[in-house]
């Protein structure tokens, strides 16, 4: 096998042999350095191998024996590169492409991250980008392990952290940290107190000794879960670390002011700017871009080839130009944004509470509105305080 590859590599041809003495031709052959492989002779013809190098001298050994060769195929590398020959812009292009690939090589053109779930792959890109790793970024112009640290310093849900180089490829790996559970330390002695007035609802009682009954009404401060209590046995106080749930019905209200005077967003037209991204270089396909107040969106279509993106590709810029007017709105366009706007502050104020009921007024004037939500809900409203003192 190894030998048919080298007469590939080297070039050789079979030819036929006719109308002379063959035995004279074959051993005039190896008398001259020619030698013949897989010879046959079949109805007075004779075929043969011969080098590349060697089959020119054929025509001139059987003509002095009387008969003629024929080439009929030829195999091998130098034959196939032969209609190449004096085309030497070919083999230069084919020199520079091996150097071009070889140089591109050390740089990086793609970045991806596995294993991040909490931490998304665009912070984390934003963040190399901005301690001087991004795509065309050379391999070794910048600490890797270092910048592993950083991020590792920077991001609190990232554990570990590893950049490895795969081709052109940037991969990062990364293992987030798993969210420790909240640990009661009951060395500490602490009461339970309220953060709001309330009736209380429900109590659940986990460490500690209960200080008020359901149905009680309490007030911003009062005690709720004690952390001290004599005993009536050895009159002796005893400590211990009091927390649990102390659920209330609490009365509140929610009031936002709105004014009739609003800006408002005017579109006045919409343009595309677009750029090439070639290897981490960005060549804008337009002379100037309009200035002017606009909101901004951007897309990126890279070059795909076989499942893998290549560092080339397409930048849209999407520009929504627009002015700003005062303008007056109307009763009815009034109280739809304060309406708007007392849900959203009512989902920050009371998101982990059971709202029982509510009751919303309106008071429009001329310059605004006011809207105001009276509301009923129920809340845990204990705040463990530790209590410092010397026991003994």
């Not at 190896?30 to 020119?56: D, F, H, P, W």
């Not at 940290?177 to 002695?189: A, E």
């Not at 046995?233 to 102390?246: E, F």
């Amino acid at each position: 096998m190894l030998i048919n590859f080298f007469r590939w590599l080297l070039g050789y041809v079979k030819f036929s042999y006719t109308g002379g003495f063959r035995e004279d031709f074959i051993n005039d052959c190896y008398q001259q350095g020619i030698y013949l492989r897989n010879i046959c002779v079949k109805n007075e013809e004779l075929t043969a191998e011969v080098k590349m190098k060697s089959y020119k001298a054929l025509h001139k050994i059987a003509f002095s024996h009387g008969g003629k060769v024929k080439i009929f195929k030829r195999r091998g590398v130098p034959f196939l590169l032969s209609p190449l020959n004096n085309r030497w812009g070919f083999f230069i292009g084919i020199v520079y492409l091996i150097f071009f690939v070889s140089f591109m090589g050390g740089f990086v053109w793609n970045i991806t991250a596995t294993g991040n779930n909490r931490v998304t792959e665009v912070k984390i890109v934003d963040y190399l980008a901005k301690n001087g790793f991004k795509i065309g970024t050379r391999w070794d112009s910048v600490d890797k392990e270092q910048l592993e640290l950083a991020i590792m310093a920077d991001f609190e849900d990232v554990a570990w952290i590893s950049i490895n180089k795969i081709g052109s490829t940037a991969s990062i790996e990364i293992n987030e940290t798993v969210n420790k559970p909240n640990i009661v330390d009951k060395k500490k002695t602490t009461n339970v107190k309220a953060m709001k007035d309330g009736v209380i609802v429900r109590l659940e009682v986990l460490g500690g000794w209960a200080a008020v009954q359901e149905g009680e009404a309490v007030t911003a401060g009062d005690l709720l879960i004690s952390g001290v209590r004599e005993s009536e046995v050895d009159k002796k106080n005893h400590y211990a670390h009091a927390y649990g749930s102390v659920f209330a019905e609490v009365d509140d209200e929610i009031s936002v002011n709105i004014s009739r005077n609003q800006d408002e967003r005017i579109s006045t037209y919409s343009k595309d700017y677009k750029s090439v991204f070639l290897f981490g270089l960005e060549i804008p396909l337009y002379v100037q871009k309009d200035m002017g107040n606009a909101a901004e969106t951007t897309d990126k279509t890279y070059l795909v080839i076989n499942a893998y993106r290549l560092p080339v590709g397409i930048i849209k810029n999407h520009f929504d130009y627009f002015k700003t007017e005062t303008v007056s709105i109307s009763d009815k366009e009034l109280e739809a944004l304060a309406k708007a706007e007392l849900e959203k502050k009512k989902k920050e104020e009371f998101k982990d509470c059971e709202i029982l009921s509510e009751k919303v007024s309106i008071d429009m004037t001329e310059d605004g509105c006011t809207i105001t939500g009276k509301y009923k809900y129920i809340q845990d409203i204990g705040e463990e305080t530790e209590l410092l003192f010397d026991k003994h």
